[in-house]
């Protein structure tokens, strides 16, 4: 229905909302955080409805090509090892230190696992508005080609990234760094094709002085396929002299590496100031990433032996968001927590990241990453850090009815270096839907939920929360 303008404004009337859906648990966000605390929740008995904005499941790790998971194979446990499995079952995954995996098998292998939970699933649906009762969550409002509609719910879920439906239902947040708000840069990934993986291996290894001295970040196993390249500072900057790169770019990194096949990642786009809460940021970003998209693949094939007959096979579909919104919870983490190997009673998840401590990594706000000046790409070498997450982190300030999971926790700006990472998304979303069916059953507030009863369900899905009190707070290796 059409509204009246008036001084720049559309004034909307007033009109009924059909309820669409009723659920016990509702979990907003198909990423991998979503869709953990969707299988939990519907493994756990909770009727479950997972909605996602998209037309499939993975968010930052198929439509926006993130086809890598920062979590050591061997470590993995519970569903997330799981899911692996499966990948790895059917030719979709490749084990290691970390794990790259075919996007388009990890679509179908989450449906696969969502079906057998009897979770139901509404793609294509974005969140427009949320239902509340004063303080208390009791679903949301959405937009789809069903027109608008209603979800009513007993618990939900927030697995948006940027904490969408908290936001909405008037959570308390911080955006960006505290100090000023300024957000980590957005980043278009995209894969080639007709490369030459064992000439470009061949390269590096023979100008090692050119590449990151972090054996993470330049990882040249091809026996096992473990192949991550991040450097190439000198054939960039001389580019850039010549005016065919960017001049905010000072490095060419390669991931997700599938030698058999002459097909690799590309992650080295980046946008500065720009916001992912916004519609002009986000347009703005995706644009100039996509002309740095080809400004890159001319380099490499120009430039970097193996890369001669290469080409551009695919892009992602939406923008790459690291840092936008973060909830205020019952506990905000700290990266000191995190360098202190901090314990909790009411610890639900564990997580691990390479990181080194007390820089400005993580992709800094500020540019320059990877530039001369840059310490952590040039000549640092990362530890291995591993940390508890506890339930009060996934449980907003001021709102019932509703948990965080993903990178919109309750963590600082220093700490959401190490947490915003697909393997925290993985361990508390499945937190969030154990939490969510449990509070659902009992009838209570998530932040009432006997969270001895949340960690005993955890470990009925394996989950291991002791690990941290096994291995110290600075393990080099996970096994």
């Given at each position: 229905?059409?509204?009246?303008?008036?001084?720049?404004?559309?004034?909307?009337?007033?009109?009924?909302?059909?309820?669409?859906?009723?659920?016990?648990?509702?979990?907003?966000?198909?990423?991998?955080?979503?869709?953990?605390?969707?299988?939990?929740?519907?493994r756990?008995?909770?009727?479950?409805?997972?909605?996602?904005?998209?037309?499939?499941?993975?968010?930052?790790?198929?439509?926006?090509?993130?086809?890598?998971?920062?979590?050591?194979?061997?470590?993995?446990?519970?569903?997330?090892?799981?899911?692996?499995d499966?990948?790895?079952?059917?030719?979709?995954?490749?084990?290691?230190?970390?794990?790259?995996?075919?996007?388009?098998?990890?679509?179908?292998?989450a449906?696969?696992?969502?079906?057998?939970?009897?979770?139901k699933?509404?793609?294509?649906?974005?969140?427009?508005?949320?239902?509340?009762?004063?303080?208390?969550?009791?679903?949301?409002?959405?937009?789809?080609?069903?027109?608008?509609?209603?979800?009513?719910?007993?618990?939900?879920?927030?697995?948006?990234?940027?904490?969408?439906?908290?936001?909405?239902?008037?959570?308390?947040?911080?955006?960006?760094?505290?100090?000023?708000?300024?957000?980590?840069?957005?980043?278009?990934?995209?894969?080639?094709?007709?490369?030459?993986?064992?000439?470009?291996?061949?390269?590096?290894?023979?100008?090692?002085?050119?590449?990151?001295?972090?054996?993470?970040?330049?990882?040249?196993?091809?026996?096992?396929?473990?192949?991550?390249?991040?450097?190439?500072?000198?054939?960039?900057?001389?580019?850039?002299a010549?005016?065919?790169?960017?001049?905010?770019?000072?490095?060419?990194?390669?991931?997700?590496?599938?030698?058999?096949?002459?097909?690799?990642?590309?992650?080295?786009?980046?946008?500065?100031g720009?916001?992912?809460?916004?519609?002009?940021?986000?347009?703005?970003?995706?644009i100039?990433?996509?002309?740095?998209?080809?400004?890159?693949a001319?380099?490499?094939r120009?430039?970097?032996?193996?890369?001669?007959?290469?080409?551009?096979?695919?892009?992602?579909?939406?923008?790459?968001?690291?840092?936008?919104?973060?909830?205020?919870?019952?506990?905000?983490?700290?990266?000191?927590?995190?360098?202190?190997?901090?314990?909790?009673?009411?610890?639900?998840?564990?997580?691990?990241?390479?990181?080194?401590?007390?820089?400005?990594?993580?992709?800094?706000p500020?540019?320059?990453?990877?530039?001369?000046?840059?310490?952590?790409?040039?000549?640092?070498?990362?530890?291995?850090?591993?940390?508890?997450?506890?339930?009060?982190?996934?449980?907003?300030?001021?709102?019932?009815?509703?948990?965080?999971?993903?990178?919109?926790?309750?963590?600082?700006?220093?700490?959401?270096?190490?947490?915003?990472n697909?393997?925290?998304?993985?361990?508390?979303?499945?937190?969030?839907?154990?939490?969510?069916?449990?509070?659902?059953?009992?009838?209570?507030p998530?932040?009432?939920?006997?969270?001895r009863a949340?960690?005993?369900?955890?470990?009925?899905?394996?989950?291991?929360?002791?690990?941290?009190?096994?291995?110290?707070?600075?393990?080099?290796?996970?096994?």
């Amino acid at each position: 229905m059409a509204g009246v303008i008036e001084a720049g404004r559309v004034a909307e009337p007033a009109r009924e909302v059909p309820v669409a859906h009723v659920t016990d648990v509702l979990v907003v966000g198909g990423g991998i955080a979503g869709v953990m605390a969707a299988i939990a929740s519907g493994r756990s008995g909770a009727p479950t409805l997972l909605v996602e904005r998209f037309g499939s499941l993975g968010g930052t790790g198929t439509s926006a090509m993130m086809n890598l998971f920062y979590v050591p194979y061997a470590a993995s446990r519970g569903l997330v090892r799981e899911l692996l499995d499966r990948l790895i079952a059917r030719g979709g995954a490749i084990p290691g230190e970390f794990v790259v995996y075919d996007p388009e098998l990890y679509k179908i292998t989450a449906l696969e696992m969502l079906a057998e939970a009897q979770v139901k699933i509404l793609l294509h649906t974005l969140v427009s508005d949320v239902v509340m009762e004063g303080k208390i969550l009791r679903g949301i409002v959405v937009e789809n080609k069903s027109g608008r509609q209603a979800i009513l719910s007993r618990v939900t879920v927030d697995a948006t990234g940027d904490a969408d439906v908290a936001a909405r239902a008037g959570a308390p947040y911080v955006k960006g760094r505290e100090e000023d708000g300024k957000m980590r840069p957005m980043t278009l990934i995209f894969r080639m094709g007709g490369v030459d993986v064992r000439r470009l291996v061949e390269h590096v290894r023979t100008h090692l002085d050119d590449f990151s001295p972090d054996p993470l970040q330049c990882m040249l196993d091809l026996e096992h396929h473990m192949v991550r390249i991040f450097g190439f500072f000198k054939l960039v900057e001389e580019a850039k002299a010549r005016g065919e790169l960017w001049p905010d770019c000072y490095y060419f990194r390669v991931e997700s590496v599938m030698p058999e096949r002459g097909v690799l990642t590309v992650n080295a786009t980046r946008v500065y100031g720009v916001d992912g809460t916004s519609a002009e940021d986000l347009s703005r970003a995706e644009i100039e990433t996509r002309h740095q998209m080809i400004q890159l693949a001319a380099f490499a094939r120009k430039y970097i032996p193996g890369f001669e007959r290469s080409f551009i096979l695919d892009s992602a579909s939406t923008i790459g968001v690291r840092e936008t919104r973060r909830v205020r919870g019952e506990y905000v983490m700290t990266e000191d927590d995190i360098l202190a190997g901090r314990h909790y009673d009411d610890v639900v998840g564990v997580d691990a990241n390479q990181q080194n401590p007390r820089q400005q990594g993580g992709h800094p706000p500020d540019g320059k990453e990877g530039g001369p000046q840059d310490a952590e790409a040039r000549r640092l070498v990362a530890r291995m850090f591993v940390y508890e997450i506890p339930y009060r982190c996934l449980v907003p300030a001021e709102v019932d009815g509703l948990l965080v999971a993903g990178r919109c926790l309750s963590v600082d700006h220093h700490a959401d270096v190490y947490t915003r990472n697909q393997g925290t998304a993985m361990a508390s979303g499945v937190a969030a839907g154990v939490a969510a069916a449990l509070a659902a059953r009992a009838g209570v507030p998530p932040r009432q939920v006997d969270v001895r009863a949340v960690q005993a369900r955890l470990r009925d899905l394996g989950a291991d929360l002791d690990l941290l009190r096994r291995l110290g707070p600075s393990p080099e290796r996970l096994a």
